[in-house]
């Protein structure tokens, strides 16, 4: 018997020292990590970088620290949506159909944040009661990813130049053929414009021959004016 119960106290060692080794590697991705009670609105730290156990302790209550979180650790232009995200009166409905929150944000020296809440527990109306708050440095990511959008931006915007380019040689190639086409046709026209008016004053018809002459010379003003 005593020998069952070692080999069952043994097995179970191992299987939580397996289960801490695995969270233990899980805590390695994350720089800070929070744990929180919604409704009893306390928390505490299990893990954070020096300005981050200045700010909060060893625990504490949320709504005693919760103003000095954005401006700490939030660039200015994020901070609203930041402190919008860390609202415990808004958290438990934010939290009722999912089992995490998230949010990235960039730091105030240009880092880029993973921020999340992690339901841990639920009462029997499945609220979220227990929460885990995570912060994952994922500035290297961000940076690929700002790069990649950057570059096909750029992208883009050039083929729409070329796009624009392309359409302004066709538009200037169609007017060189028409101004080509219309060098062609002029003489022609107006050799048999100046054909017809020689015959109507052959004919001695000098009113017609006038209105004529008239004619032409308002339709050849107007093409050169155009």
């Known amino acids: 018997v005593f020998f069952k119960s070692t ?11 397996k289960r801490s080794e695995i969270i233990a590697a899980i805590a390695t991705l994350y720089v800070t990590i929070v744990q929180a009670n919604v409704k009893e609105r306390t928390y ?3 893990k954070g970088h020096d300005l981050v156990q200045k700010i909060l302790g060893q625990k504490g ?4 620290v919760m103003e000095r979180l954005p401006t700490a650790f939030a660039a200015q232009e994020e901070r609203k949506k930041y402190r919008e995200f860390l609202d415990f009166d808004t958290l438990t409905e934010r939290l009722r159909n999912t089992n995490f929150v998230s949010i990235e944000f960039m730091g105030v020296n240009g880092e880029w944040r993973l921020a999340r809440f992690i339901v841990k527990s639920r009462d029997a109306h499945r609220n979220a009661v227990d929460v885990l708050y995570v912060v994952r440095d994922i500035t290297e990511e961000k940076s690929r ?5 950057k570059q096909l931006k750029e ?3 050039r083929q729409a130049q070329m796009k624009e380019r392309e359409l302004l ?3 200037h190639l169609k007017e060189a053929q028409l101004k080509y086409l219309q060098a062609q046709i002029n ?18 018809d000098a009113d017609n021959t006038g209105i004529f002459l008239e004619k032409m010379a308002d339709f050849f003003r107007y093409n050169v004016r155009k």
């Open 187 to 204: 003489p022609h026209f107006l050799f048999n414009s100046l054909n017809a008016g020689a015959q109507l004053a052959m004919m001695g």
């Open 44 to 46: 505490e730290l299990l």
């Open 169 to 171: 040689m066709e538009t």
């Open 145 to 149: 990813e700002l790069m990649y959008q």
């Open 7 to 17: 080999v069952l106290l043994k097995k179970a060692l191992d299987e939580a020292t």
């Open 155 to 157: 992208s883009m915007e």
């Open 61 to 64: 209550k949320i709504d005693d």
